[in-house]
C-alpha cells in the first residue's frame, strides 16, 4: 500500500531552469508534508516542509505547494542548480503526532550544466 | 551542527548471524527511529522509540529485530539471525519535542547479508 506515491522515478533538468518534483497522497489523514534530500552514501536531509493548513511555503529556491484537493504536492526548484542533483523523497506525517513519517519512493533529479 | 552518526558505516555477514547496528542520536533528542532502505526502494518505516521504550513498529520489525538504549546515549538496533532480505542501508533518526515531522538522520549503515 503506497500511501506516498512519487511517480517519477527521476527527472533532468538543464541548470538555471526549473525543476518540478511531484508527489500524490492516499491518505486524508496527514497534516505534514516534507521533502529531504539524499546525496549517495548520506542519509536524507530535511529541506522544506508544509503544514495541510497551507497551500505553499517557500525558502529561498525552494517552494512546495499543496493541493488538498487533488492529494497532490510538489517542490519547485528555481533556479536549478548542478549541485540539487540528489534523490528527492516526499513524506508525509500522520495526523496522531508521533507516528512515524510514510516516505515515497524517490525522484532521482539530474541537473545538467 | 549537530548530527546523528551511525556505524558501521558498512557490515557484510552471513545469513543466520546476529548483527548489531550503533547509532548516537543528537544529544537533546528525544524520540529515536530505524528505518530502512532496499536498493531502489522507498524508505521505510521500522520502528521508533521514547521514553526508554518502543512507541511504534512496523510489520517489517518482527521478533528478530530489536532495539536497545543502554547508556542513554546509544541506540542500538538488532537482528537477531541476519537473511538475505535484510540487506539494506539502515538509517537512524531522531527528532526533539517539537514535531513538525523534521526527523535528522544519519548517514546510514550498509548491511550485505551473503
Known amino acids: 500500500d503506497q500511501q506516498v506515491k512519487q511517480n517519477s522515478p527521476s527527472l533532468s533538468v538543464q541548470e538555471g531552469r526549473i525543476s518540478i518534483l511531484n508527489c500524490d497522497y492516499t491518505n486524508s489523514m496527514f497534516d505534514y508534508f516534507l521533502w529531504y534530500k539524499k546525496y549517495p552514501a548520506e542519509g536524507p536531509t530535511f529541506l522544506i516542509s508544509?503544514?495541510?493548513?497551507?497551500d505553499k511555503n517557500e525558502d529561498g529556491r525552494f517552494t512546495v505547494f499543496l493541493n488538498k484537493s487533488a492529494k497532490h504536492l510538489s517542490l519547485h526548484i528555481v533556479p536549478s542548480q548542478p549541485g540539487d542533483s540528489a534523490v528527492y523523497f516526499c513524506?508525509?506525517?500522520?495526523?496522531?503526532?508521533?507516528?512515524?513519517?510514510?516516505f515515497g519512493k524517490g525522484t532521482r533529479l539530474s541537473v545538467i550544466a | 551542527e549537530p548530527e546523528v552518526t551511525q556505524t558501521p558505516s558498512h557490515q557484510v555477514t552471513q545469513m543466520g548471524q546476529e548483527v548489531i547496528l550503533r547509532c548516537v542520536p543528537i544529544?537533546?533528542?528525544?524520540?529515536f527511529y530505524w528505518y530502512r532502505q532496499i536498493l531502489g526502494q522507498k524508505v521505510e518505516f521500522l520502528v521508533s522509540?521514547?521514553?526508554?521504550?518502543?512507541?511504534?513498529k512496523s510489520e517489517i520489525f518482527d521478533d528478530q529485530f530489536s532495539v536497545e538504549r543502554p547508556d542513554g546515549s546509544n541506540f542500538t538496533l538488532k537482528i537477531r539471525s541476519t537473511k538475505l532480505e535484510d540487506s539494506a542501508m539502515y538509517f537512524c533518526?531522531?527528532?526533539?519535542?517539537?514535531?513538525?515531522?523534521?526527523?535528522?538522520f544519519g548517514e546510514g549503515s550498509r548491511l550485505t547479508v551473503l
Open positions: 544529544s537533546n533528542h528525544l524520540y
Open positions: 522509540f521514547y521514553n526508554n521504550e518502543i512507541s511504534e
Open positions: 533518526a531522531s527528532r526533539d519535542r517539537e514535531n513538525t515531522g523534521e526527523l535528522f
Open positions: 513524506a508525509a506525517r500522520p495526523y496522531s503526532g508521533n507516528t512515524p513519517l510514510v
Open positions: 508544509i503544514s495541510s493548513i497551507k
